[in-house]
């Protein structure tokens, strides 16, 4: 089945933030003057005199031709974001957002950070772009060319042409407003596309090239333009989104489950996972990021649930498919070399890794509902 390697942890004390209540102080004073009095009082002002005033125009794009444009870290700050009618656009929102609509716009190169909600494409034509949502939407679109991470199954309706890679992308906020929206860089399903509309016999959305790279559609900010002090970087080892091959046939019938169990340094060590095996020339197929209960790891574990109840409910779990001969053999090795002091699940026989695979994978799908 699997085994585990795990030391006696030391678990700090959670404590949540006490959320902070400001308050603004008001001169009260009587509603009658007092005779004789002609000083005139200044109005009462309260908390709402006090907000900063919001122009919608910050949180739109419209009607822009030939443009390099969009926001800049800070400025949405988790606001709704639309953007319509404009046409051979750079179009550049380095923030998280709640939910971003683009309508109406044709021959325009794209990237939305992380979106809390849903990003909704509508009537839109020869876009390319690179987007991170929690939902993923399009309808009445054609030919459009996504880098995408999607924490839930992308969707498209009425829409032909379309055609989609990975989320591979980094710039020094990205991080941090990936934890601003609440998404997982773990959980993407860029490659399991739900056609609403579909049309027998064509096909309206393929996969791009695995040798697609970014900058060929979707270039970095104009050097002159207000974005030219944001370091970028598109190779897929700086990507945030770790690079997985998703729906494309596998190289190899071998495959391992991996499983980081929750801790301080869970996030690095699956990231220190990756640079060793991608440097022995395997390759990453999935990953997923899930809560799991003790009955959860008993079905999905198996006979290996021994001290896992403790791991089990300190925090969600961090779990990749791993892809090619050997690499069995080879995760193990690594299991024992560079993570004998955290919690780990590795598949330990090749004949059976790819139960342990189908097993928690289709336990993940069924958590988040895909």
């Not at 030391?7 to 001169?27: D, Y």
């Not at 579909?198 to 900058?215: C, K, M, R």
């Not at 598109?234 to 990507?239: A, G």
């Not at 071998?254 to 220190?272: I, M, Q």
Request: net charge negative; proline share 5%.
């Amino acid at each position: 089945m699997g085994c585990f390697f795990s030391k006696k942890s030391k678990r700090k004390s959670g404590g949540k933030e006490e959320a902070t209540t400001t308050t603004v102080e008001t001169n009260t004073t009587s509603n009658a003057v007092p005779l004789g009095n002609n000083t005139d009082e200044p109005p009462k002002q309260y908390s709402w005199d006090k907000r900063e005033k919001v122009d919608p125009k910050d949180y739109m794009l419209t009607g822009l031709k030939d443009a390099t444009v969009g926001r800049l870290p800070g400025k949405l700050n988790g606001q709704q974001f639309v953007i319509q009618e404009c046409e051979n656009c750079n179009i550049y929102v380095f923030d998280h957002s709640a939910t971003i609509t683009i309508d109406d716009c044709v021959n325009c190169r794209i990237f939305l950070g992380p979106i809390k909600g849903s990003v909704f494409f509508r009537d839109c034509k020869d876009i390319k772009c690179v987007v991170a949502c929690q939902q993923f939407r399009t309808r009445d679109c054609k030919k459009m060319d996504v880098f995408l991470c999607c924490a839930t199954q992308p969707i498209i309706e009425s829409s032909t042409g379309m055609k989609f890679s990975c989320f591979q992308y980094y710039y020094p906020e990205l991080a941090y407003h990936f934890k601003d929206a609440g998404l997982s860089i773990f959980n993407n399903n860029w490659s399991n596309i739900h056609d609403f509309t579909p049309v027998s016999g064509e096909n309206n959305w393929s996969l791009l090239p695995e040798t697609a790279a970014v900058l060929d559609y979707v270039p970095l900010p104009d050097p002159e333009s207000e974005f030219k002090s944001i370091r970028i970087f598109t190779e897929p080892d700086r990507s945030i989104v770790p690079l997985t091959k998703g729906g494309r046939r596998k190289d190899s019938d071998e495959s391992c489950l991996f499983v980081f169990f929750a801790g301080d340094y869970s996030t690095p060590n699956a990231r220190k996972l990756l640079d060793e095996v991608t440097a022995k020339g395997f390759v990453l197929i999935q990953t997923k990021e899930v809560s799991m209960r003790p009955e959860d790891a008993k079905r999905v574990f198996q006979n290996n649930t021994e001290g896992l109840v403790e791991w089990i409910t300190t925090g969600p779990v961090i779990a990749m498919e791993l892809n090619g001969e050997g690499v069995v053999e080879a995760c193990n090795s690594i299991a024992n070399e560079l993570f004998s002091g955290s919690k780990v699940f590795v598949s330990d026989n090749k004949n059976t890794s790819s139960r342990d695979v189908d097993h928690f994978f289709n336990f993940a799908d069924m958590q988040m509902g895909l």
